[in-house]
């Protein structure tokens, strides 16, 4: 069983940058895909990024390519998501996610979930 949790969300003017952070329980995060998704008010959940459990591979959405970053830390069982260049449309639940297994982007695929953390960002 892994737990994970979110902290880093909040308010940011358009243009400016947020550090979200995932710590997981559990002795087996480094064996684990990791990604993220996020959940706009009336809309499905979608895919952000992903990166795999040796942190070599990393896939994101082509709408936040170039502003995004996700790493990970496996010997604090942590993963984070830059976010640089944030716009408005950025706003959303951001949700940290994990699975045993490939890299995958669909929601269904992953098991284990964090409770969300909002970003806002204002025009």
């Known amino acids: 069983q892994v737990q994970l949790v979110e902290s880093g969300g909040g308010l940011v003017q358009a243009g400016g940058s947020l550090r979200l952070s995932c710590a997981a329980s559990g002795r087996t995060f480094s064996t684990y895909t990791m990604a993220w998704f996020r959940q706009a008010p009336g809309k499905e959940r979608e895919f952000v990024a992903y990166?795999?459990?040796?942190?070599?591979?990393?896939y994101y959405t082509d709408s936040v390519k170039g502003r995004f970053t996700i790493s990970r830390d496996n010997a604090k069982n942590t993963v984070y998501l830059q976010m640089n260049s944030l716009k408005p449309e950025d706003t959303a639940v951001y949700y940290c996610?994990?699975?045993?297994?490939?890299?995958?982007?669909?929601?269904?695929?992953?098991?284990?979930w964090g409770q969300g953390t909002q970003v806002t960002v204002s025009s």
């Open positions: 996610s994990g699975r045993p297994g490939g890299l995958r982007t669909t929601p269904g695929a992953y098991d284990y």
């Open positions: 990166i795999s459990s040796s942190g070599f591979t990393t």
